[in-house]
């Protein structure tokens, strides 16, 4: 049973960047492909991007291009999303999810979220 | 703007049978999965990406699709049902995955 833990909430000014990090157990991380979703305040599920394991590349949504980079650790099972240039449109609960397997188009197991808040 | 259209709100009586569906192109091409968030929590799947239930996911809930669309369907919906439900796909291209925007799922 794979088990996603994530670090803890953050305040951040406009500007800034923040790290998040997803704390694999129950399994090895070299062997998920990792993505992140977000959830602004009272709004729905939004995609980030993540591995693609049908060609071993990491996506990104175009709206995040440029500015998230998504790492692994393998020797700790831990992934990373990093996220620069805060505004407060990136006020969110995100959250590290694992692609269900290659060509899948469903995410089966997700870490409890981690709430960034942006404020100057 | 998604590229999966869901319905803002539905509600159901206690022990009815209500219908969510997930509108898109790609659903033609790629399966939905389903998820069920509560309050506070995160997103749980209730329906995979080939119509199944998970392990621990209730038999009342099913997957369907037909053409352009997918649909989550509750039998029997319980109090403990309401919540907010998400459809997931890829996008047209295949490259992205993609949300829809949610359906609040009241229980009367």
């Known amino acids: 049973q794979v088990r996603l833990v994530q670090s803890g909430a953050e305040v951040k000014k406009p500007g800034a960047s923040v790290k998040v990090s997803c704390k694999v157990s129950g399994y090895t991380l070299s062997k998920l492909f990792m993505h992140w979703v977000r959830q602004a305040p009272g709004k729905g599920l939004e995609w980030m991007g993540g591995?693609?394991?049908?060609?071993?590349?990491?996506v990104y949504t175009q709206k995040f291009q440029g500015r998230v980079t998504t790492t692994a650790d393998t020797s700790t099972d831990t992934a990373y999303m990093e996220l620069s240039s805060l505004s407060s449109e990136d006020t969110a609960v995100y959250y590290c999810?694992?692609?269900?397997?290659?060509?899948?188009?469903?995410?089966?197991?997700w870490g409890q979220g981690t709430l960034v808040t942006v404020s100057s | 703007s998604s590229e999966l259209t869901q319905d803002p709100a539905v509600s159901v009586a206690l022990g009815q049978t209500v219908r969510i569906t997930c509108q898109g192109d790609s659903l033609r091409s790629y399966y939905a999965g389903w998820y069920q968030q509560k309050p506070g929590q995160a997103p749980v799947v209730v329906i995979d990406g080939k119509n199944s239930r998970p392990s621990g996911i209730p038999d009342r809930f099913s997957g369907s699709s037909s053409r352009n669309t997918a649909s989550l369907t509750i039998t029997g919906a319980q109090a403990e049902d309401e919540a907010d439900y998400y459809c997931n796909s890829r996008d047209s291209s295949g490259k992205h995955l993609v949300f829809g925007g949610g359906t609040k799922l009241t229980v009367l």
């Open positions: 591995f693609d394991p049908e060609d071993g590349e990491t």
């Open positions: 999810a694992t692609l269900a397997g290659v060509g899948a188009t469903y995410f089966d197991s």
